[in-house]
């Protein structure tokens, strides 16, 4: 109960203090402010459900097969944590683990990105007015020249009991390595690869409005932004056409601090350098360039929203995540043939499709390798629902009623001669 009051205050103190915290995001990490803002209300929601799942870490009693015992299950803290968190969202992603870890009874470290320290601190500072203990809640910053140093001691260091990291693939499989000496528990949510497969029978508007969403939320920039677009024949020509003056119309580029800009600048330059390497590699290979494109007049960092046709599956922007405003469309026949192509990443955290036909979507849901889809729908994340992929894409889940098992050790107790 002391844990679920200090989480609910930690969380009202978020909630007064929104303003700011959205603007300390948009100054930071670049997103537009109204994300930002959305962010903020999305982080403090972990607090408020894990405030209440504090009190509902429930034990077992198991029927016995010898008449002289009892057995028991209880549920204790694993210990502390190391919490690892990317720069696309600063807040969000610190609470959805530090939430489930302090209600389960854990103290935690962070790691904030280099790019993206203030959040964590910002956060730090209100977890002290809520009356969270000194200690409980610590924050290391670090440069990006210290990173692999600090990364490797938590991962390492006996005391530390959890690691939960949120990022690339490639930096999940070092930490991980580093973790096993120490057998210690992970989570990891890695790199994704999005399909987003667009069926005949689909509502072609209602698809437009979910690929703006789910592309280019963030310019790009989030885990769970498609990454493919797969689009069947028989709409695939009124689909771009929509999607490309739906991208003009409804996209902004701008300061995000400036109410109308929709897409801020990109993380750095070698972020925007990555988005140019894979349109130059597509448009070398026979992609057309339907919108955008090219960097934008208001700075190096700043990139045109960009939509681009004949793509095929042996182009980089649909053999890597891109991490950026970059929609590639590739055009397929049969339900069979889009399966395949969304299923031949060896990474599967989100996938999304649009269809009308029951047996149809049925049948995709089940198929899709990934650990999170969206049918008919362009955004997913909610604190009700647990976040988390498959393959390469991690290991664990995060939010909803599972994410504080993640933090928890069942422990059996056998009472004999009774």
């Known amino acids: ?24 995001i948009t100054a930071e990490n670049g997103k537009p402010l109204k994300e930002a803002q959305g962010e903020i209300l999305y982080s403090a929601s972990f607090l408020e459900w894990f405030a209440e799942e504090a009190r509902r870490v429930y034990g077992d009693i198991i029927p016995a097969s010898a008449k002289d015992r009892r057995m028991l299950v209880l549920k204790q803290p694993v210990g502390v944590a190391a919490i690892i968190t990317p720069w696309n969202f600063p807040s969000a992603m610190i609470t959805r683990k530090v939430g489930a870890a302090l209600a389960a009874g854990c103290t935690v470290v962070v790691k904030p990105a280099e790019d993206t320290p203030l959040s964590a601190l910002a956060l730090g500072e209100l977890a002290n007015q809520a009356g969270i203990p000194g200690g409980v809640y610590n924050v290391v910053p ?113 300061s995000g601090f400036d109410a109308k800009t929709t897409q801020g600048p990109l993380i750095n330059e070698k972020a925007v350098e990555k988005v140019e390497r894979h349109i130059n590699d597509a448009v070398s290979q026979g992609a057309s360039v339907v919108t955008g494109g090219k960097r934008h007049s208001l700075g190096k960092n700043f990139f045109e929203p960009t939509l681009l046709s004949n793509v095929t599956t042996k182009m980089l922007c649909t053999q890597e995540e891109t991490f950026g405003p970059l929609a590639p469309v590739i055009k397929f026949e049969t339900e069979a043939e889009a399966i395949a192509i969304a299923n031949a990443a060896n990474v599967g955290l989100a996938g999304y499709f649009y269809s009308q036909d029951p047996a149809q979507i049925w049948r995709v849901a089940e198929q899709l390798e990934v650990g999170m889809v969206g049918v008919n729908e362009g955004i997913i994340s909610s604190v009700e629902g647990p976040f988390g992929g498959v393959k390469e894409s991690g290991l664990g889940r995060e939010g909803s009623k599972y994410g504080i098992d993640e933090y928890l050790e069942i422990k059996y107790i056998c009472f004999g001669g009774l």
């Open 1 to 24: 109960q002391e844990r679920s009051v200090r989480l609910r205050r930690w969380y009202e103190l978020m909630m007064e203090n929104k303003e700011e915290l959205a603007r300390i």
């Open 142 to 254: 670090c440069s990006r020249q210290q990173t692999p140093a600090v990364g490797e001691v938590l991962c390492t260091d006996p005391l530390v009991a959890k690691i939960s990291f949120t990022g690339s693939t490639a930096t999940g499989k070092v930490l991980l390595k580093h973790a096993a000496g120490t057998v210690k528990r992970v989570s990891m949510e890695l790199g994704g690869h999005a399909p987003f497969i667009v069926f005949d029978s689909a509502n072609v508007d209602r698809a437009i409005a979910g690929a703006l969403a789910s592309k280019y939320r963030n310019s790009g920039q989030t885990c769970v932004c498609t990454n493919r677009f797969l689009v069947q024949k028989g709409i695939h020509d009124q689909f771009v056409e929509k999607f490309a003056k739906a991208i003009e119309r409804e996209l902004h580029v701008g």
